[in-house]
């Protein structure tokens, strides 16, 4: 079975530039959720949707974040603009329900 | 606040030799979910175990086995005969129990396993 999708796995932009980290969930998940992966604050939360609607975005760091789930099958995360230090990797899992939750392989974000 | 502490940052070892891993937690709920993660090189994050607030059986999987204790807010990870592939940063994450079934995960800083051959 396909896991989680995350595109790109690598990024490098210049900042100030526009960034769209995709995610694709386990066929059947309802629960999407992304996370950042810093040395300095390690593995944090940032937004979960639950049916595609966003339930908790309290740790969305600033506006410059969004995130969306137009349906089941699909997750963006945007920043705009970007910064420095925004760098960071930022993971994608899913769960189905209470189950515990399956986490891509991540997207490595290098804001020059 | 929900919190979990991963006293050990790095740990290193010889090969086959037995290896904990510690993890304390804190939290006023009273039914919560504990896990443990692998997180290898290559990034990805591995899910290993989750055990809930009302089971404090400990847990053998192979050479793995977790030790789950309330009076002392622990949930330790033990690596019996350690190999080199066992290399890793492990983390150590609580979630509360939420009314719509999806578990927000609190993780802990991580302890970064060095299995040396």
């Known amino acids: 079975d396909a896991g989680v999708i995350q595109s790109p796995r690598h990024e490098v932009t210049e900042m100030g530039q526009e960034v769209t980290l995709r995610c694709k969930p386990i066929?059947?998940?309802?629960?999407l959720f992304w996370y950042r992966q810093t040395m300095m604050r390690g593995l944090e939360l940032l937004i979960y949707?639950?049916?595609?609607?966003?339930?908790?975005d309290s740790g969305m760091p600033e506006d410059r974040f969004s995130a969306k789930m137009p349906n089941a099958s699909f997750s963006t995360l945007k920043i705009q603009p970007s910064e420095p230090r925004d760098s960071a990797v930022y993971f994608c899992?899913?769960?189905?329900?209470?189950?515990?939750?399956?986490f891509g392989d991540g997207t490595r974000l290098s804001i020059l | 606040a929900q919190k979990v502490t991963q006293a050990q940052t790095e740990i290193s070892v010889v090969e086959k030799e037995d290896v904990t891993l510690d993890c304390v937690y804190e939290?006023?709920?009273?039914?919560?979910?504990l896990f443990w993660y692998k997180q290898p090189p290559s990034g990805e994050l591995v899910f290993l175990i989750r055990?809930?607030?009302?089971?404090?059986q400990n847990e053998i999987s192979g050479r793995y086995s977790w030790n789950f204790q309330k009076s002392t807010s622990s949930f330790n990870f033990t690596i019996t005969a350690s190999q080199v592939v066992d290399s890793a940063v492990y983390f150590c994450?609580?979630?509360?129990?939420?009314?719509?079934?999806?578990?927000?995960?609190?993780f802990g800083q991580g302890t970064r396993l060095t299995i040396n051959p």
């Open positions: 899992a899913s769960s189905l329900a209470d189950q515990p939750q399956h």
């Open positions: 066929s059947g998940h309802n629960s």
């Open positions: 949707f639950n049916n595609n609607v966003p339930i908790d």
């Open positions: 939290t006023r709920d009273t039914t919560y979910y």
């Open positions: 055990r809930n607030s009302f089971d404090e």
């Open positions: 994450a609580l979630s509360e129990a939420q009314l719509q079934g999806a578990q927000k995960l609190v």
